[in-house]
C-alpha cells in the first residue's frame, strides 16, 4: 500500500504505483527521482542502522487523520483475504503501465483530431468527427487536457464525464467546466477559456456559483434566449 498513490478510488490513476522519476510539482523541467522506491522500508532502516546513519521519519505516516496510515494498519485484514502488499503492489504497478499507454494514446489522439496548435492561453479546436471516432477513455481525457489547458484549474472525473457524456448527446452544445468553455459546432468542438460572469444590475453577488452549466441550442428555426 505504500506504493500506492492514494487520491481518488474510482479513478484508476489514483491506484498506480508512484513513479520512480517524475516532473517536479510546479517545477516541470525538474526531475523528482525516486531511486529507492523499490526497496523495502525495513531493509532501508536496517542498513542505515548498521551503518550508524541518522534518518529521519515523517511523523505523518503513522497519523490516523491521514488516510495512508489508516490503510496500512488493515494490511492483516488484507492479506487474510489474499490482498497481501506484494499483490497490491504488482496491481499498482500494472496500472502505472496502462496509464503511460494511455498517456501516449492521448497524445497520439491529441495530434489526429486537433485542428489548432495548443500554445499557452490558445483556444483549442478539435474536428468534431475525429473526436467521436475516438474510444471514450481516451476522448475524455483529451477533453480534460483541453480543459485544464483553457480553464482555470483541475478538472474532477465525474463532471467531466457529465460533459462529455452531454457532447454525445446533443447536435450542439455549450457548457462550461473548471473555467473553460466548451462549445460543440457542426465540424468542430471549441474549448476556450471562459467569459468572466455578468452580476445582472441591482443584484447582490453570491459566492455559489455551479460547476457545470450547459445550454443546448435551440431547434432550427428558433430563436433562444443567451
Given at each position: 500500500?505504500?506504493?500506492?498513490?492514494?487520491?481518488?478510488?474510482?479513478?484508476?490513476a489514483g491506484?498506480?504505483?508512484?513513479s520512480?522519476?517524475?516532473?517536479?510539482p510546479?517545477?516541470?523541467?525538474?526531475?523528482?527521482?525516486r531511486?529507492?522506491?523499490?526497496?523495502?522500508?525495513?531493509?532501508?532502516i536496517?542498513t542505515?542502522?548498521?551503518?550508524?546513519?541518522?534518518?529521519?521519519?515523517?511523523?505523518?505516516?503513522?497519523?490516523?487523520r491521514?488516510?495512508?496510515?489508516r490503510?496500512?494498519?488493515?494490511?492483516?485484514?488484507?492479506?487474510?483475504?489474499?490482498?497481501?502488499?506484494?499483490?497490491l503492489?504488482?496491481?499498482a504497478?500494472?496500472?502505472?503501465?496502462?496509464e503511460?499507454?494511455?498517456?501516449?494514446?492521448?497524445?497520439?489522439?491529441?495530434?489526429?483530431?486537433?485542428?489548432?496548435?495548443?500554445?499557452?492561453?490558445?483556444?483549442?479546436?478539435?474536428?468534431?468527427?475525429?473526436?467521436?471516432?475516438?474510444?471514450a477513455?481516451?476522448?475524455?481525457?483529451?477533453?480534460?487536457?483541453?480543459?485544464v489547458?483553457a480553464?482555470?484549474?483541475?478538472?474532477?472525473?465525474?463532471?467531466?464525464?457529465t460533459?462529455f457524456?452531454?457532447l454525445?448527446?446533443a447536435?450542439?452544445?455549450?457548457?462550461?467546466l473548471?473555467?473553460a468553455?466548451?462549445?460543440q459546432k457542426?465540424?468542430?468542438?471549441?474549448?476556450?477559456?471562459?467569459?468572466?460572469?455578468?452580476?445582472?444590475?441591482?443584484?447582490?453577488?453570491?459566492?455559489?456559483?455551479?460547476a457545470?452549466?450547459?445550454a443546448?441550442?435551440?431547434?432550427?428555426g428558433?430563436?433562444g434566449?443567451?
Amino acid at each position: 500500500i505504500g506504493t500506492l498513490q492514494i487520491v481518488d478510488f474510482v479513478n484508476p490513476a489514483g491506484l498506480q504505483a508512484m513513479s520512480e522519476r517524475s516532473p517536479c510539482p510546479g517545477a516541470p523541467w525538474l526531475t523528482l527521482a525516486r531511486p529507492l522506491l523499490a526497496i523495502p522500508k525495513a531493509r532501508l532502516i536496517a542498513t542505515l542502522e548498521t551503518a550508524q546513519i541518522d534518518f529521519a521519519e515523517d511523523p505523518s505516516n503513522r497519523d490516523p487523520r491521514h488516510t495512508r496510515p489508516r490503510l496500512r494498519a488493515l494490511i492483516p485484514q488484507l492479506e487474510a483475504e489474499g490482498l497481501s502488499a506484494g499483490r497490491l503492489t504488482l496491481l499498482a504497478t500494472r496500472l502505472q503501465r496502462a496509464e503511460e499507454a494511455l498517456r501516449r494514446s492521448v497524445a497520439d489522439a491529441m495530434s489526429q483530431v486537433s485542428l489548432t496548435p495548443w500554445g499557452e492561453g490558445a483556444r483549442i479546436v478539435f474536428d468534431r468527427n475525429a473526436f467521436a471516432r475516438l474510444p471514450a477513455e481516451i476522448a475524455i481525457r483529451l477533453l480534460g487536457k483541453a480543459i485544464v489547458h483553457a480553464g482555470t484549474g483541475p478538472v474532477e472525473l465525474r463532471k467531466l464525464e457529465t460533459l462529455f457524456e452531454s457532447l454525445a448527446d446533443a447536435t450542439s452544445f455549450r457548457g462550461t467546466l473548471a473555467g473553460a468553455m466548451v462549445t460543440q459546432k457542426p465540424q468542430e468542438i471549441v474549448v476556450e477559456r471562459a467569459p468572466p460572469r455578468r452580476k445582472p444590475p441591482g443584484k447582490r453577488s453570491s459566492n455559489r456559483f455551479p460547476a457545470l452549466t450547459t445550454a443546448k441550442s435551440p431547434a432550427a428555426g428558433h430563436r433562444g434566449n443567451r
